[in-house]
């Protein structure tokens, strides 16, 4: 379980997190919603150390993450971030490869090799694996990237708008991929959507946030309702059951 | 991969050979081998100078490697954005200040400038908006170029000014037997960057994929700050500037085999040494008997390079890698 308590952040004067206190259950897939500048990849990057905690406590399975040492978190928490500028001019397989990094410290054995492999072929990359970055389009290295941080294989993974420039049929696999990882090995995923009708079909668990503040976080039949919804975004939706599945409408 | 590493190693040979015997005495006489003069020719002078080429080019090559991990901007390197000038401006302090002191203090202060001097650097940069990378070269040469004046300055008022040619302008012609060992040092921190090749290269990846994966950034970023310092300022006490070597080099590198440090840093290395040793026999060749200095010969080839690298964009060769470990095993 990740546990927020009481967690504030500012930059540069400007408030992006205000007392933030939750917690995201484990073993779950937990969708982060809200509108821009909500304060969603702040909030995933307190979780994750790579920004430092200026109020509040974080933890994860007991583990404090201020005070933990950051190669043992390596070992429990992966993060994708949106953005990643990359100096090093690496194959996609490469690039996978030192998402073991934390387990082996440079002398990787034939399990991490295994899991290296598995990744590339689980996250539908064989045929790349041996291309530079440079030479993928867009999504195929958001692909590599996801790839990466499941190599590295942790229990816990934080994943900020993965599904950027991945095209529809990649977008459904990658949810599919994340929601039978969560299913059958027990990891907690934490994910920031914006369509939320991947929160609805894929996610146990939503949290909303709004303008830094906590609107609301619980599971995520409590919290898709027209009401939040409105809240939230300001806008109209209406919920439907179809087939079992919960469908947002917010078109029109 | 073999293959072109047993071509790397066979021209580094041959380039070996050719400058033990290339200069301005003929090692082809028959009289100077019987009166042990060619022996000696070869230990004092030839020998320590070969050495001292494969290691400036090696370690120099590396370091700009590391550089460019560690500020995260190909473009630049340690020789022209102010780690050599600081290195200058700090053997330049010690002859003034202490004109009687050795060459071992003279190079330590020379270090302590050079780490200030790239530390002051990397602190400039930071402050550059992160979407305008070729900023960063530029504001490298102005911040070099501007110690490099205060270095001329101050050899100007102290009445320095000959030695600034020998700090400045690179050359292996003065190198003997006893005025080169500091650069095994140099080889020394360049074996050291090979140990910790999977963390500049993950430094490379950004920071906030350095710190998902564990690293302690801060420490490494000043590790990689402390080699590329001192081997720069072992190299500019011991032989000059050289400029390009640490620009060109990795990037070619880069271009041909990517930049998965661990298996890519043995071949800069190999690289660097063997293009300082070509262009230090061509420039032993071209005038024979006199000599164009190392850098000047490095300087026209090295552009030249350079120049073909920024506009011929790199091409995706039909791929032939067979479906093996390769690359991550290594």
């Known amino acids: ?252 | 991969m073999t293959k072109g590493w047993a071509i790397a190693l066979f021209l580094l040979a041959l380039g070996t050979l050719a400058s033990l015997l290339i200069g301005v005495i003929d090692l082809s006489q028959d009289e100077i081998w019987q009166d042990g003069e060619a022996l000696s020719i070869l230990i004092i002078s030839r020998l320590p100078r070969t050495i001292a080429i494969l290691l400036t080019g090696a370690s120099m090559a590396v370091a700009g490697l590391i550089m460019q991990m560690i500020v995260a901007n190909k473009f630049v390197e340690p020789m022209t954005s102010g780690s050599g000038q600081s290195a200058a401006l700090g053997v330049l302090i010690a002859t003034f200040l202490f004109p009687a002191s050795s060459l071992f203090v003279k190079m330590a202060i020379a270090c302590l400038v050079s780490l200030a001097g790239t530390a002051g650097f990397l602190a400039l940069i930071r402050k550059l908006p992160a979407h305008q990378p070729l900023m960063v070269p530029l504001v490298g040469l102005a911040y070099g170029g501007v110690i490099g004046a205060i270095v001329t300055f101050i050899a100007f008022h102290t009445e320095l000014m000959q030695y600034l040619e020998t700090w400045f302008n690179g050359e292996f012609s003065g190198i003997l037997q006893g005025r080169y060992e500091l650069l095994w040092l140099a080889g020394l921190l360049t074996m050291l960057a090979y140990l910790t090749a999977d963390q500049f290269a993950i430094l490379g990846l950004g920071k906030n994929v350095s710190i998902n994966l564990g690293l302690n950034y801060k420490h490494i970023t000043r590790l990689g700050l402390a080699i590329v310092s001192l081997i720069t300022a072992m190299t500019v006490v011991t032989v000059g500037i050289i400029p390009f070597v640490g620009l060109v080099v990795p990037n070619i590198v880069s271009r041909w085999l990517g930049d998965n440090l661990r298996k890519t840093l043995p071949i800069t290395a190999i690289l660097g040494a063997t293009l300082v040793l070509l262009s230090d026999l061509v420039g032993r060749i071209v005038r024979h008997p006199f000599e164009i200095p190392v850098g000047t010969i490095f300087g026209i080839t090295g552009t030249c390079i350079f120049l073909w690298l920024l506009y011929v964009p790199a091409r995706s060769k039909p791929q032939k890698t067979k479906p093996s470990m390769s690359g991550t095993a290594s």
């Not at chain 1, 259950?25 to 509108?35: D, H, N, R, S």
């Not at chain 1, 990643?84 to 490869?97: D, G, H, P, Q």
């Not at chain 1, 079992?244 to 917010?250: A, I, N, Q």
Request: proline share 3%.
């Open chain 1, 1 to 252: 379980m990740i546990r927020l308590s009481s967690v504030s952040h500012q930059i540069d004067g400007a408030k992006i997190l205000s007392n933030i206190s939750a917690n995201i259950p484990k073993g779950q897939v937990t969708a982060l919603i809200g509108p821009n500048g909500a304060g969603k990849s702040t909030l995933l990057s307190l979780i994750a150390r790579l920004q430092g905690l200026e109020q509040g406590s974080i933890s994860i399975d007991d583990l404090d993450v201020v005070t933990t040492p950051s190669d043992e978190l390596a070992r429990k928490l992966a993060i994708l971030t949106q953005s990643n500028s990359i100096t090093a001019r690496l194959r996609v397989r490469e690039l996978v490869a030192f998402g073991r990094f934390p387990h082996h410290k440079g002398r990787p054995n034939h399990k991490d090799l295994e899991r290296i492999e598995e990744a590339i072929e689980q996250f539908d990359l064989g045929d790349l694996a041996d291309k530079f970055l440079d030479e993928v389009s867009g999504g195929q290295r958001q692909k590599a990237f996801v790839a990466m941080a499941y190599a590295q294989d942790t229990d816990y993974l934080l994943l900020d708008e993965p599904l950027n420039n991945l095209d529809m049929a990649s977008a459904r696999n990658l949810m599919r991929n994340l929601t039978e990882l969560a299913a059958q090995t027990g990891k907690t995923i934490v994910i920031v959507l914006h369509e939320i009708n991947y929160a609805a079909l894929y996610a146990n668990w939503i949290m909303v946030l709004k303008q830094g503040q906590l609107i609301a976080n619980g599971p995520a039949k409590e919290i898709l309702t027209p009401q939040i919804i409105a809240d939230t975004f300001g806008i109209e939706v209406t919920i439907h059951e179809i087939d079992g599945k919960t469908l947002v409408m917010h078109y029109g």
